[in-house]
């Protein structure tokens, strides 16, 4: 088994602005009542889906890729590099790092949670990153495309995660749909070229 210690040097993270402040309150009329508001704003979950179908490929060419967990930067666009930092290869508790690009790109370590081959189900969770994500955890499922041609396969990026200050739940939900656009677009031109 292989040991994987390597020493990581972060980029220094994006620069994330801070919440709007309240607006001036004249008197706190109930200190036990604001703590409580602010808990349920802390408890707020996130959820959304984004889908993207591709039309010739079939659903287990296409899971294959996903499946490579240290990979994705293959087919995300504004990904430089993912790698193995712990565990092994595409293994369920296995860590890995993602970059992105640019001066001050984003980072992120993601721990494999689930990989079901037979029913093409990835999960994992953020556990550490540069952008304000908590709690956030994504489900990658691919099937076949339903309908009477019986040809092509769906792909579902769902995902669940803590309110972010400075993010909006709409923001989020784009960005996830737009990056799944991306990614299946180019492999969908890899399994083309190499059909």
Same mark, same amino acid.
């Given at each position: 088994?292989?040991?994987?210690?390597?020493?990581?040097?972060?980029?220094?993270?994006?620069?994330?602005?801070?919440?709007?402040?309240?607006?001036?309150?004249?008197?706190?009329?109930?200190?036990?009542?604001?703590?409580?508001?602010?808990?349920?704003?802390?408890?707020?979950?996130?959820?959304?889906?984004?889908?993207?179908?591709?039309?010739?490929?079939?659903?287990?060419?296409?899971?294959?890729?996903?499946?490579?967990?240290?990979?994705?930067?293959?087919?995300?666009?504004?990904?430089?590099?993912?790698?193995?930092?712990?565990?092994?290869?595409?293994?369920?508790?296995?860590?890995?790092?993602?970059?992105? #690009?640019?001066?001050?790109?984003?980072?992120?370590?993601?721990?494999?949670?689930?990989?079901?081959?037979?029913?093409?189900?990835?999960?994992? *969770?953020?556990?550490?990153?540069?952008?304000?994500?908590?709690?956030?955890?994504?489900?990658?499922?691919?099937?076949?495309?339903?309908?009477?041609?019986?040809?092509?396969? #769906?792909?579902?990026?769902?995902?669940?995660? *803590?309110?972010?200050?400075?993010?909006?739940? *709409?923001?989020?939900?784009?960005?996830?749909?737009?990056?799944?656009?991306?990614?299946?677009?180019?492999?969908?031109?890899?399994?083309?070229?190499?059909?």
């Amino acid at each position: 088994m292989k040991s994987h210690n390597t020493q990581i040097q972060h980029p220094t993270p994006i620069h994330i602005p801070p919440p709007n402040p309240p607006p001036p309150q004249q008197q706190q009329a109930d200190p036990a009542a604001a703590a409580t508001a602010a808990t349920q704003h802390q408890q707020v979950r996130w959820e959304g889906k984004g889908t993207a179908e591709l039309s010739s490929n079939k659903a287990e060419q296409v899971w294959l890729l996903w499946a490579d967990f240290c990979g994705v930067h293959k087919w995300f666009p504004n990904l430089a590099a993912s790698y193995l930092v712990e565990g092994e290869p595409n293994e369920v508790g296995s860590l890995r790092y993602c970059v992105g #690009k640019g001066e001050e790109p984003m980072w992120g370590k993601e721990r494999l949670l689930e990989m079901d081959h037979e029913r093409r189900v990835m999960r994992y *969770e953020v556990v550490e990153n540069n952008v304000g994500l908590k709690g956030y955890v994504a489900t990658i499922r691919v099937s076949d495309a339903e309908g009477e041609g019986g040809g092509g396969c #769906k792909v579902e990026w769902s995902f669940v995660a *803590e309110a972010v200050e400075g993010w909006g739940e *709409e923001g989020l939900q784009r960005y996830i749909q737009s990056s799944l656009d991306s990614i299946v677009k180019k492999m969908e031109e890899s399994l083309m070229i190499t059909n």
